[in-house]
DNA sequence: TAATTTGGTTTATATTATAAACTTATTTAC
DNA sequence: GTAAATAAGTTTATAATATAAACCAAATTA
């Protein structure tokens, strides 16, 4: 009947994260913020959630003097996200 | 860009029971708790907040001599799930 | 050189979801 | 007839989660 949710995406935050780097397929930390309206404390969290379960890449560069996180989904993340979309689609009515 | 999601609609379990409702209009407890798999606890808890928010109504009547249930969804309820789903859109890449 | 901004991380708190324990009444089994 | 089991929930305790406040370091600007 109904399909299970992964409490890793179903996050409005971290679904956001993901939603973002699907399309972007790439996006710096403070790119990201402004996008999602996130604090930092919080963004920074969730980031590192996604990253420890393996849905996205976090690299640490700098861009000149300046630290600089970019944050890529990876096929994992793909996977998993598609697989949220179809377990929620058992609960929206939708065909 | 991304529409916030009602907290209350954005919980697994009480999205199912709205989902559910959605399509019967009106469902008794055991049944809503056989359908969804949750615990009678657990439903009692979630069926409440959402009756207390006014998604929907909740009967207590009699089945013979044991007490029975029956919940409905209210046109609050069907509101904030139709803006709940779009809003859920804008996290999912749907046009 | 003092103050502000940038780019975050760590930690504390408040909320939430969840199940365990409990209650009350009704059947069913002996 | 009474003891055990089932039904239908509710209340309470716990564990997990989301979130922001506080903090840190370096670079830039005043």
Redesign the interface.
């Known amino acids: 009947?109904?399909q299970?949710?992964d409490p890793l995406l179903?996050s409005?935050l971290r679904?956001?994260i993901i939603?973002l780097l699907?399309?972007a397929e790439e996006a710096e930390f403070p790119y990201i913020k402004e996008?999602?309206?996130a604090t930092a404390g919080n963004l920074s969290v969730q980031v590192d959630k996604l990253s420890v379960a393996g849905y996205i890449e976090v690299e640490k560069t700098f861009k000149g003097k300046r630290p600089c996180t970019i944050c890529r989904i990876t096929p994992t993340g793909i996977t998993a996200f598609k697989a949220y979309?179809e377990a929620?689609k058992t609960?929206?009515?939708v065909k």
Do not use: D, K, R
């Open positions: 009947m109904f299970p949710l179903h409005e679904l956001a939603s699907i399309s996008q999602t309206g979309v929620l609960y929206l009515n």
